[in-house]
């Protein structure tokens, strides 16, 4: 079953505009990843914030995480065309290890 | 930090033929091991996780099956395949935080 679902599922910005992508999950959390994934390659990690938790910053990624709303967003600031991506969050839904993941927001940022 | 092995990068199968899908692990000892699949434009499916050596827990019934012979090797497996068990394979390990993925194994069954 699918943990968490990302809007929207396409996002189309010019460069220096922010992007800002959103998860929703069911069950109770440990913590809430987001990850990148360039097409047709791996996965590659870019922030986690935990439970307790209500926001985290990384460079030009902020998240935040709603666990009464379970909802969590990832806002990245004055994208560039490297940013063009697919993003997926990801739950560790204290479930002995298991790692559910979004169906992820198509990123395209134009030069 | 890990580093996740995985190949072959693209796989052409015919129906019916079997598979085994390989993955192993450098830099960590215990890791929690998942094979996920993911069709085009969509999100990542959990096939199977492992929290250690022989204990698999299988997420969809399907015409796959895992195993975790060593520590750090994950293999992925069918007797025989389906048109549907196309898609693209990745294998991911992480301990407790961030997951480290794997490049992928694009498997065609035709």
């Known amino acids: 079953s699918q943990q968490g679902e990302e809007d929207p599922q396409a996002l189309s910005i010019q460069e220096g505009e922010n992007a800002t992508m959103n998860c929703s999950y069911k069950?109770?959390?440990?913590?809430l990843q987001w990850y990148r994934q360039n097409s047709g390659r791996g996965l590659v990690h870019l922030i986690l914030?935990?439970?307790?938790?209500r926001e985290k910053h990384s460079g030009r990624l902020r998240v935040t995480l709603d666990t009464s709303k379970k909802s969590s967003s990832l806002l990245i600031t004055a994208s560039r065309a490297a940013d063009t991506a697919s993003y997926f969050c990801?739950?560790?839904?204290?479930?002995?290890?298991?790692?559910?993941f979004g169906q992820g927001t198509e990123l395209s940022v134009k030069p | 930090s890990q580093t996740i092995h995985q190949w072959p990068a693209t796989l052409v199968q015919p129906v019916g033929s079997p598979l085994s899908l390989e993955c192993t692990v450098e830099?960590?000892?215990?890791?929690?091991l998942y094979w996920y699949r993911q069709a085009a434009g969509r999100g990542l499916q959990l096939l199977f996780y492992?929290?250690?050596?022989?204990?698999i827990s299988s997420e969809v019934p399907q015409n796959l099956s895992a195993s975790r012979p060593q520590d750090r090797q994950f293999i992925l497996s069918s007797k025989k395949l389906l048109l549907s068990d196309s898609g693209f394979y990745l294998c991911?390990?992480?301990?407790?935080?961030?997951?480290?993925f794997g490049q992928g194994t694009r498997l065609t069954v035709v």
């Open positions: 991911a390990s992480s301990i407790r935080t961030e997951a480290f």
């Open positions: 069950t109770s959390i440990n913590n």
């Open positions: 914030i935990r439970s307790n938790e």
């Open positions: 990801a739950t560790d839904a204290n479930q002995g290890g298991k790692l559910i």
């Open positions: 830099g960590t000892s215990n890791p929690n």
């Open positions: 492992s929290v250690g050596i022989g204990q």
